[in-house]
């Protein structure tokens, strides 16, 4: 679903969560593609101004490049619908669910899909029940390698592989560092994979897996962001029915969470060729080095048209046009 006709969109980009400067770059992208189709386009960082703004200017459709909370814990998607604002992603409601990871995961699994065994900890119960006690239960729990990550939040920030129990403790207070809640999951070996969904207003597909190989043997946030730091294959390089299952995978973990518009789910596939969903990415990296855009080329789109089309569809399921 493309448009003749020139919209005006506004970008936001930026925020104030940990993730800003990917959010910058993301956003910038998407201006680019944007402008280059022929559209208005206005980036700007959300402030007090914002609301005000919106009222005043009146953009065909709002497009929040932003990673983090500020984007994606759904606060700022509810105030857009509130003010009858059309925006490009999942709905306030859905962007709650992904963005906090142990909820998904639930989610997930209860739907039947494999997800790692976790265990999540608040900082305030560490604090409560004892630092010793509670990482040697944990580490009881779970006697091989694990993974201690935030449980919310992107872009591999405050993710630690914790291959021995003295490793724990640090891996704790890196997560804590971001959020008040950690998620330790066992390890899962196998290959890195990750799959986008589009819906460009036909419904949702998957577009072709994307096999992640950091040249560190982690995808970190460095890995995520520097040039050659990773190698991509796209398609991935996995057997014809297990991508077939990847990809039926993360169009039903997509539709199980709601999702709408664009999405990126996250997996490990281990040797028996299972796919172990990790998370679900609301707003996922739109920069230059992200894997949507990759995806988007395997699969013989252009970025242009893509970012157009789902900037109609985001006003036509607002109702097709703001402030009317």
């Known amino acids: 679903m493309t448009s003749t006709t020139p919209r005006t969109v506004l970008v936001l980009a930026g925020g104030i969560s940990h993730e800003r400067d990917v959010s910058l770059r993301s956003g910038r992208r998407v201006a680019e593609a944007l402008s280059a189709r022929g559209h208005r386009v206005v980036v700007r960082d959300p402030d007090a101004t914002l609301l005000p703004y919106l009222e005043e200017s009146r953009p065909d459709v709002v497009w929040p490049a932003l990673h983090g909370a500020s984007g994606e814990d759904g ?76 449980a919310t939040g992107g872009s591999a920030q405050g ?11 640090r891996a704790i207070v890196d997560a804590f560092t971001y959020v008040e809640t950690a998620l330790i999951e066992s390890k899962v070996s196998g290959t890195e994979v990750s799959v986008a969904i589009l819906d460009l207003g036909d419904g949702a597909r998957a577009l072709p897996v994307v096999e992640i190989v950091p040249r560190s043997g982690v995808y970190s946030f460095e890995a995520r962001y520097n040039a050659g730091e990773t190698s991509f294959f796209t398609p991935a390089r996995l057997d014809d029915v297990v991508a077939a299952a990847v990809s039926d995978a993360a169009l039903r973990i997509h539709e199980v ?68």
């Open 75 to 150: 606060a700022l998607r509810a105030l857009l619908a509130a003010q009858g604002v059309p925006y490009v992603g999942s709905t306030a409601d859905a962007a709650r669910l992904a963005w906090h990871k142990p909820v998904a995961k639930v989610l997930v699994s209860r739907a039947g899909f494999s997800t790692p065994e976790s265990l999540t900890l608040t900082r305030d119960s560490v604090r409560e029940l004892g630092g010793a006690q509670v990482l040697s239960r944990v580490h009881a729990s779970f006697p091989g390698a694990v993974v201690v990550k935030p």
């Open 257 to 324: 969470l709601g999702l709408r518009h664009l999405s990126r789910v996250d997996f490990i596939v281990d040797e028996a060729g299972v796919p172990w969903f990790l998370e679900a990415n609301v707003l996922p990296g739109l920069t230059e080095t992200s894997i949507v855009p990759q995806a988007v080329a395997a699969a013989g789109l252009d970025l242009g048209t893509v970012y157009e089309s789902l900037a109609e569809v985001a006003i036509r399921d607002s109702g097709e046009r703001p402030f009317d």
């Open 159 to 169: 993710v630690t592989s914790v291959e021995s129990e003295d490793e724990l403790p």
